[in-house]
Nanobody, 117 residues
Framework: QVRLVESGGGLARAGESLTLSCQYSPRNIYNGNDMGWYRQAPGKERELVAFMRRGGIRNYIDSVSGRFAISRDIAKNTVYLQMNNLKPEDTAVYYC??????????WGQGTQVTVSS
C-alpha cells in the first residue's frame, strides 16, 4: 500500500525554524526516484519548493534557497525539510512526493506550517 506521512509542522514565529519529516512506503517506489517537498498556500496552487535527486543534488526555488535544506535517509524511508529563518509567506500545507509526474503517487495528508510575523 502506497503511503506518504508528513509530520513536523506547527506554529512558528518569523525567524524560527522547523523540521519536517516525510515517511514513505513502500521503499521500492520512492527510493528509486527523485523526491521533493511541495507546499500549497491558501488560494494558491501546489508548488515544488525543494527536491533531491537520487545522486544527491539538491534544488530549491529562489524564495527558500539559503533557508531550507532537503535531505533523505534511505534506510529510514524518510525525507526531511529543514526550514530556517521562516517567513510569514512560508505559511502553507507541506507535502512530499516523487518529482516525476509520471510516477507520482497519491498525496499524503500534508503538514500545516503557520508562520506569524
Amino acid at each position: 500500500q502506497v503511503r506518504l506521512v508528513e509530520s513536523g509542522g506547527g506554529l512558528a514565529r518569523a525567524g524560527e525554524s522547523l523540521t519536517l519529516s516525510c515517511q514513505y512506503s513502500p521503499r521500492n517506489i520512492y527510493n528509486g526516484n527523485d523526491m521533493g517537498w511541495y507546499r500549497q498556500a491558501p488560494g494558491k496552487e501546489r508548488e515544488l519548493v525543494a527536491f533531491m535527486r537520487r545522486g544527491g543534488i539538491r534544488n530549491y526555488i529562489d524564495s527558500v534557497s539559503g533557508r531550507f535544506a532537503i535531505s533523505r535517509d534511505i534506510a529510514k524511508n524518510t525525507v526531511y525539510l529543514q526550514m530556517n529563518n521562516l517567513k510569514p509567506e512560508d505559511t502553507a500545507v507541506y507535502y512530499c512526493n516523487v518529482v516525476d509526474p509520471r510516477v507520482r503517487t497519491n498525496w499524503g495528508q500534508g503538514t500545516q506550517v503557520t508562520v506569524s510575523s
